[in-house]
């Protein structure tokens, strides 16, 4: 006969699950448990109600469903925007003085070209890589109005950019790893793109709390602890790898209560 009182091993067994992915389930859902003692106890049969009464349009988080939402979004995005972040990560990147006139960057996740398009003036040439076609579209027309002619629109999942190894100078991504199933291995395509001594600059939040935003804008990851993405740029071909607050206007992000999600401003090498 099957056990109806499970431990934390068999529980996780029970969803074919890692009992660290069981862990992480515990701490971000209402799962039926009980800590007995210093021990977790489940009931199987209040586990299988539990799966059973999920509804999947409550996840939010596959590139797919990403691709989609940004697809849609596209016209409104810059406002959309200014609710999670304002200009700040932009000038930041300015301010550091990194970008030389003859210089060709890599912009990952461009959007309407946040980034691109404040830089493209200051660079030889931008590459502006988005899944999304109709963020791109409005790249383009803002990149046309503003009279921008050096920046050339690629559309690509990221996962394996067409763009040849070792050509960029600089990769430039504002708030594109969060959306990224395997951010390790978006780091490693930053490496094979750059050239030795080539710099990344990179802004995305601070692992936060905040399930509504994460679910609002289809993010995969609720930001990021910085000692592992720091680990994972050391592990791909990194050093000089740097992490720093930023300050800016986020408050508008703090809705419902909430509190607004911090930003980080890593930079690193490739080696
Ligand atoms: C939060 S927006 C940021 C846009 C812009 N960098 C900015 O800061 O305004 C995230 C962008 O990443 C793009 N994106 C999401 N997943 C992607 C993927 N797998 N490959 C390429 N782009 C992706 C989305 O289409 C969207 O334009």
Excluded at 71 to 98: C, F, G, Q, T
Aim: net charge negative; charged share 35%.
């Amino acid at each position: 006969m099957e056990k109806e009182i499970l431990t934390m091993e068999e529980a996780a067994e029970l969803f074919g699950v890692s009992v660290k992915t069981f862990i992480k389930l515990l701490k971000e859902e209402k799962v039926p448990a009980r800590k007995i003692g210093r021990e977790w106890r489940f009931s199987r049969k209040a586990l299988i109600e539990w799966l059973s009464s999920g509804d999947s349009q409550a996840y939010s988080s596959s590139e797919g469903e990403t691709k989609e939402f940004f697809n849609e979004v596209a016209p409104d995005w810059e406002e959309m925007r200014k609710n999670y972040y304002d200009e700040s990560i932009k000038n930041k990147l300015m301010e550091l003085d990194l970008l030389k006139k003859n210089m060709t960057i890599v912009d990952l996740g461009a959007g309407d070209g946040y980034i691109s398009r404040a830089i493209a003036k200051s660079v030889k040439k931008v590459v502006a890589v988005d899944i999304s076609s109709e963020m791109l579209k409005e790249l383009k027309k803002k990149a046309r109005e503003a009279g921008i002619k050096n920046i050339e629109a690629v559309e690509s999942d990221g996962r394996d950019v067409p763009f040849e190894n070792g050509n960029a100078d600089m990769i430039c991504t504002s708030m594109y790893l969060h959306h990224i199933d395997e951010p390790e291995n978006a780091v490693a395509e930053m490496n094979r793109m750059l050239r030795p001594g080539g710099k990344v600059f990179l802004a995305d939040f601070y692992e936060h709390s905040n399930r509504e935003l994460k679910d609002k804008m289809h993010d995969v990851w609720p930001g990021f602890k910085p000692d592992s993405i720091k680990a994972w740029f050391e592990k791909n071909g990194f050093s000089d790898v740097k992490i720093e607050n930023l300050s800016g206007d986020f408050q508008k992000s703090a809705n419902s209560g909430h509190r607004p999600a911090s930003i980080f401003v890593l930079t690193a090498v490739k080696l």
